[in-house]
């Protein structure tokens, strides 16, 4: 009943910048945390940036001072800002999110089907 979807993604040159973003919809009660994974081919997936619904935030140690998270609660939407791209950024995205589709049943995990993003010259 939750569905993810990402946009934002394509093709940069190394040092240049992307912004993806995430929309949630369907039957919303609240959402906790959100987030963005990432898989380059042959690799594991792997955590980028995480956001509480106060807005804490933490990164994966590569993207420090590079990429910033970000969400707005009233339209269910979380952003990641990616500046200073470089080669090794090039993976699929995944937008996550933790929702409660009820007021009494537990959060689930949802994902999004991702998106491509491609740092080359």
């Known amino acids: 009943q939750v569905q993810l979807v990402e946009s934002g993604g394509g093709l940069v040159q190394p040092g240049g910048s992307l912004r993806l973003s995430c929309a949630a919809s369907?039957?919303?009660?609240?959402?906790?945390?959100m987030g963005w994974y990432r898989r380059a081919p042959g690799n594991e997936r792997e955590l980028v940036a995480h956001?509480?619904?106060?807005?804490?935030?933490n990164y994966v140690d590569p993207v420090k001072g590079r990429f910033t998270i970000s969400r707005d609660n009233v339209k269910k939407t979380v952003h990641l800002q990616m500046n200073s791209l470089k080669p090794e950024d090039t993976a699929v995205y995944y937008c996550?999110?933790?929702?409660?589709?009820?007021?009494?049943?537990?959060?689930?995990?949802?994902w999004g089907r991702g998106t491509q993003v491609t740092v080359s010259s």
């Open positions: 369907g039957s919303i009660f609240s959402i906790s945390n």
């Open positions: 996550y999110a933790q929702a409660l589709t009820s007021g009494r049943g537990p959060y689930n995990d949802y």
């Open positions: 956001i509480t619904s106060g807005g804490v935030t």
